[in-house]
Structure formats: structure tokens, C-alpha cells
């Protein structure tokens, strides 16, 4: 089974302090994604990769950033942290190479911002 | 840009019964639809998937029924069990220009499944 971990699954951190979020896969995919989930607003696309050291914006990436140093592991970065970013974060990842194939998810890390 | 919707946000349903979530999309180019379950506390897990050369496809007590005319997804879970209760997903994928997506996904904003005993 493919396994996404998310190394906190609870975070608070302070506004301003710059907050990393982890993110490793265990099965070789080649794409990861973070979201964030708000109640009524759904799963919104902050960054995602598709290679090592490649990213590409996804629908709302004002405030953050992401690094891809190694294939299983991406990381999002917020500079300087906000109250308006807590929220539950999730990781993703899926394979590039073998048609159609769903996204797996992590099981979340639920950021707050004080 | 287009998005995916739903037309009920929540779903009571008695253990036993059949249970049926629908979901709308607007995006006649998407090609790729997957519905997800996600308990309280968990991340979105992966139920069924379809293509769109698709209309009808059967998991175990799930089926997932692709109506491209009207642009309509659904999924019917078979004899509703407690365990069922959850947040249900739909998502679809368009595939990019040059045939390259990266397996970007729209998600629906989900239906509240509850099953009472």
C-alpha cells in the first residue's frame, strides 16, 4: 500500500515564525501536492511537483513555498506565518508514469497560528 | 475556473440501506473522476475511480456511474454500514496541454454521509 507521512500530525506555531511541513512517500511517485483544507472552501492546491527540484503553483500560493531536494520527500514552507494559514494541511503524491492514477493522501497536519 | 460541485451536502441514511452522492461537474475536458472518503481526523482515502471512455464501474459495495451528457458523477455505496459515515469527495482531473496534467485534481467540496444504526 502506498503510505504518505506527514511528520505532525498538530502544529502551532507564532505569526511570524517560518514553519516547515514535511511530507514523504514510500512508493516512487514522481508527483506531490499540498493543499489546505478549510471547512466550506474544500481541498485548495497550494504547490505541486512532478520532478526533483521542480514546482509549480497551484491555486492559492501567496505566503508560501515548497522545496523537492529528494523524489520522496516535499517539504512547504511558510515565511512567515499567519493567522489566516491555520488550517489543515495535506501532502498527496501519485505516479506520472502509468496513466490515470489517483492522488494518495497523508493524514493531515493540523496547523495553528497564534 | 470551472469546478466541481455537489448537490447535497449532507446524507442520512439507515443501516442497510443503499446510499447514493452526487456530484456535478462543469468541465466537458476532464477525463478522469475519483471519489474519496474521508473520516474525522484522517486524510482523503480512495474509493473508485473512472475514466471517461467509462460509464459504469463496480468496486466492492461501491459502483460509480459517469453521465458525460449531463455532466453527472455519482457514487452508490450498497448496504450502508456505520463505518461508511464520512466526508465524500468527488474529483476530476483535465488533462493539461501536450496531454500532460501531473495529476492535478478539482475536488468537489464534499457530502456528509451519516449512517444510523
Known amino acids: 500500500d502506498v503510505k504518505v507521512t506527514q511528520s505532525s500530525r498538530y502544529l502551532v506555531k507564532r505569526t511570524g515564525e517560518k514553519v516547515f511541513l514535511e511530507c514523504v512517500q514510500d512508493m516512487d511517485h514522481e508527483n506531490m501536492f499540498w493543499y489546505r483544507q478549510d471547512p466550506g472552501l474544500g481541498l485548495r492546491l497550494i504547490y505541486f511537483s512532478y520532478d526533483v527540484k521542480m514546482k509549480e503553483k497551484g491555486d492559492i500560493p501567496e505566503g508560501y513555498s515548497v522545496s523537492r531536494e529528494k523524489k520522496e520527500r516535499f517539504s512547504l514552507i511558510l515565511e512567515s506565518a499567519s493567522t489566516n494559514q491555520t488550517s489543515m494541511y495535506l501532502c498527496a503524491s501519485s505516479p506520472r508514469y502509468r496513466g490515470r492514477q489517483p492522488q494518495h493522501f497523508g493524514d493531515g497536519t493540523r496547523l495553528s497560528i497564534l | 475556473g470551472e469546478s466541481v460541485g455537489l448537490h447535497l451536502p449532507t446524507l442520512s441514511v439507515q443501516e442497510g440501506d443503499n446510499s447514493i452522492i452526487n456530484c456535478a461537474y462543469s468541465n466537458s475536458a476532464s477525463d478522469y473522476f475519483i471519489w474519496y472518503k474521508q473520516e474525522s481526523g484522517k486524510g482523503p482515502q480512495f474509493i473508485i475511480d473512472i475514466r471517461s471512455n467509462m460509464d459504469k464501474r463496480q468496486g466492492q459495495r461501491v459502483t460509480v456511474l459517469l453521465n458525460k451528457t449531463v455532466k453527472h458523477l455519482s457514487l452508490q455505496i450498497a448496504a450502508t454500514q456505520p463505518g461508511d459515515s464520512a466526508v465524500y469527495f468527488c474529483?476530476?482531473?483535465?488533462?493539461?496541454?501536450?496531454?500532460?496534467?501531473?495529476?492535478?485534481?478539482?475536488f468537489g467540496q464534499g457530502t456528509i454521509l451519516t449512517v444510523h444504526p
Open positions: 474529483a476530476e482531473n483535465m488533462r493539461g496541454a501536450g496531454g500532460t496534467s501531473y495529476g492535478k485534481l478539482t
